[in-house]
């Protein structure tokens, strides 16, 4: 079946643009999460959904960092005003339900530059 | 807070050499703990997980790691390395809570030289 599937793959925007990354899931998974991988580092949790709701988004650095999942399926992470400080991988992950049974299932992520 | 610590961030190996990549955590919690394994241009893939069953936990692809409480180790090895095992290989710690989010190490790349 799909895996998780991220787009795009690769986004480069000049810096204080806006940015929007989209993440589909794994078709029934409940819970998804959203990663940062930097350049020689392991990815860093941003927010956690579980349903529609953002259950968990204490890893977000910022204000200008916002995720939504409206319909409980996709999820779009959202970046205003970017800076060359937030260029890395955005990995996306999805999971059946909460709980640590769960497989989280990981996307190929969008690696994100900004100029 | 939890962490993990990956000790080595490139490991290079003859095939059919013993792997070993050194994963210490640090927890308030009894952990949960994983490894994942990622492939250039992929995502992550889990190898195998630790959930406070068995302290010897058996992957895929050949690949197991025992937990040691003790020395709040989870060492993953493999006996016989394999050149399709050239890889990063990221250990992480979950407490398991209200949200299972993974806190991931710095990664260790694997190199296996024929």
């Known amino acids: 079946g799909a895996g998780v599937s991220q787009t795009p793959s690769n986004k480069v925007t000049e810096k204080g643009k806006y940015v929007e990354l989209r993440c589909d899931p794994i078709?029934?998974?409940?819970?998804l999460y959203w990663y940062r991988q930097s350049l020689g580092q392991g990815p860093e949790f941003l927010i956690y959904f579980q349903g529609t709701g953002a259950a968990d988004d204490s890893g977000l650095p910022n204000d200008r960092f916002f995720a939504v999942r409206p319909e409980g399926s996709v999820s779009t992470l959202k970046i205003q005003r970017t800076e060359r400080g937030d260029s890395a991988v955005y990995l996306c992950a999805s999971s059946l339900s909460f709980g640590t049974v769960y497989e989280q299932y990981f996307g190929p992520g969008t690696r994100l530059t900004v100029t | 807070a939890q962490s993990v610590t990956q000790l080595g961030s490139h490991v290079s190996v003859s095939e059919g050499a013993l792997v070993l990549l050194r994963c210490n955590y640090s927890s308030s919690v009894p952990p949960y703990l994983f490894w994942y394994v990622q492939y250039p241009n992929q995502g992550l893939q889990l190898l195998l997980k630790y959930t406070s069953a068995a302290t010897l936990v058996k992957g895929i692809n050949g690949f197991e790691a025992e937990f040691k409480k003790s020395e709040t180790s989870f060492h993953l090895t493999k006996p016989s390395a394999h050149m399709s095992d050239a890889a990063e290989y990221f250990c992480?710690?979950?407490?398991?809570?209200?949200?299972?989010?993974?806190?991931f190490g710095t990664g260790t790349r694997l190199q296996v030289f024929p």
């Open positions: 992480a710690v979950s407490d398991g809570g209200n949200t299972d989010k993974l806190i």
């Open positions: 078709s029934g998974h409940t819970a």
